[in-house]
């Protein structure tokens, strides 16, 4: 099983840009679907975005589609999530997932095997 550190998050006006980036231990890591959850204050924590493990495959929730963009390297056993026009509502704790099932399962049944310990990221208006 893989083990996820995220690094990147921080403090950005609104209309900013940041970039998270994830690196996973372990084996077989492009096997792994990889994706970004996020969990705001006293909310839920919801999916962001994921992508396959050949990174062909990439997904995201309708409110980021077109600021944010999620990639990944396998050489370097790395996931990114670029944001880009970000705004005070994308304040949250950010974390990397991973899970060894075919993206679209693995968001259908929002449910990934692996966590992160979470990145903040805050929005200034």
């Known amino acids: 099983q893989v083990q996820l550190v995220e690094s990147g998050g921080g403090l950005v006006q609104a209309g900013g840009s940041l970039r998270l980036s994830c690196v996973a231990s372990?084996?077989?890591?492009?096997?792994?679907?990889m994706g970004w959850f996020r969990q705001a204050p006293g909310k839920a924590r919801d999916f962001v975005s994921a992508?396959?493990?050949?990174?062909?495959?990439?997904y995201y929730r309708e409110s980021v589609k077109g600021r944010f963009t999620i990639s990944r390297d396998n050489a370097k056993n790395a996931v990114y999530l670029q944001m880009n026009s970000l705004k005070p509502e994308d304040t949250a704790v950010y974390y990397c997932?991973?899970?060894?099932?075919?993206?679209?399962?693995?968001?259908?049944?929002?449910?990934?095997?692996?966590w992160g310990q979470g990145t903040l990221v805050t929005v200034s208006s």
């Open positions: 997932v991973a899970d060894p099932r075919d993206p679209v399962v693995a968001i259908s049944t929002d449910y990934f095997e692996v």
């Open positions: 992508i396959s493990g050949s990174g062909d495959g990439t």
């Open positions: 372990g084996r077989s890591f492009s096997r792994y679907t």
